[in-house]
């Protein structure tokens, strides 16, 4: 049972020129909601709606430790950082870390992409959080 509520949640860092950029693909059946906060001062960074099946990317995420969090629900809230019925938020268990490295010749900054979707053997396991965690802005 405690498999079967594993995420497949794939990071993929690459080279790219220019800033850092977080991609989520949502292979899920309802709407998402992606949240990145400060992981030191837990403060709000960003957000960014994904619908399901469907996949959303921001390309200009600043160098820093974040914590990544994820909720689904039905109808977007008007602030567009929350869901009107909060059906369930997730973190994932480990920081993500966005870094400029620099080389004698190159600037190398990084593109994760993530997806969301539940599998048995998945090699991630979300870990639950308070529905107000998530929507405490």
């Known amino acids: 049972r405690d498999a079967a509520r594993r995420v497949n949640l794939n990071p993929v860092v690459e080279v790219a020129d220019g800033p850092h950029k977080l991609e989520v693909k949502n292979g899920n059946a309802g709407d998402a909601i992606i949240k990145l906060r ?3 001062t837990k403060e709000f960074a960003l957000a960014f709606f994904v619908k399901a099946n469907e996949s959303a990317s921001i390309p200009w995420i600043r160098d820093g430790r974040y914590i990544l969090q994820f909720a689904f629900g039905d109808a977007l809230a ?3 950082r929350n869901f009107v019925n909060l059906q369930g938020a997730s973190r994932a268990p480990d920081d993500v870390v966005f870094a400029t490295r ?3 010749t190159q600037i190398m900054r990084q593109h994760r992409s993530y997806t969301l979707y539940r599998v048995i053997d998945g090699n991630m396991r979300p870990e639950k959080i308070d529905n107000r965690a998530f929507a405490d802005d």
């Open 38 to 40: 400060d992981a030191q």
């Open 78 to 80: 008007s602030d567009c």
């Open 102 to 104: 620099r080389t004698e």
